[in-house]
């Protein structure tokens, strides 16, 4: 059973830069697609970004295109999400999810991950 934990959130100021992990076990990593959604207070799920399994295609969402970079290293079983220049309205708890059964990927698409990490909380404070 595939296992994800994230880690590396809390609390900064606009402008400021975090990163955080994603720890995955229990399966073939190097197998996953992989993405970052992030959900605010009362409000839903949204996504930020996605990588394909050696992590030569990315997607970002609009919101966070130019500031956010996500990567992974197959060979520690990783996956990070760099923020740069953060802003208050980046506060939301941060999820990582893999998607362990590709077919046809759908990046931006939640119904398309199997698993999903406990999340960690970013606060944006201006």
């Known amino acids: 059973q595939v296992q994800l934990v994230e880690s590396g959130g809390g609390s900064v100021q606009a402008g400021d830069s975090l990163t955080l992990s994603c720890a995955v076990s229990?399966?073939?990593?190097?197998?996953?697609?992989m993405a970052w959604f992030r959900q605010a207070p009362g409000k839903e799920r949204e996504f930020a970004a996605a990588?394909?399994?050696?992590?030569?295609?990315?997607y970002y969402a609009e919101s966070v295109k130019g500031r956010f970079t996500i990567s992974r290293d197959n060979a520690k079983n990783m996956l990070y999400l760099r923020m740069n220049s953060l802003k208050p309205e980046d506060t939301a708890i941060y999820f990582c999810?893999?998607?362990?059964?590709?077919?046809?990927?759908?990046?931006?698409?939640?119904?398309?991950?199997?698993?999903w990490g406990q999340g960690t909380q970013v606060t944006v404070s201006s």
């Open positions: 990588i394909n399994w050696n992590g030569d295609k990315t």
């Open positions: 999810a893999a998607e362990t059964q590709i077919l046809d990927w759908y990046p931006s698409a939640e119904g398309e991950y199997d698993y």
């Open positions: 229990g399966g073939t990593f190097d197998d996953y697609y």
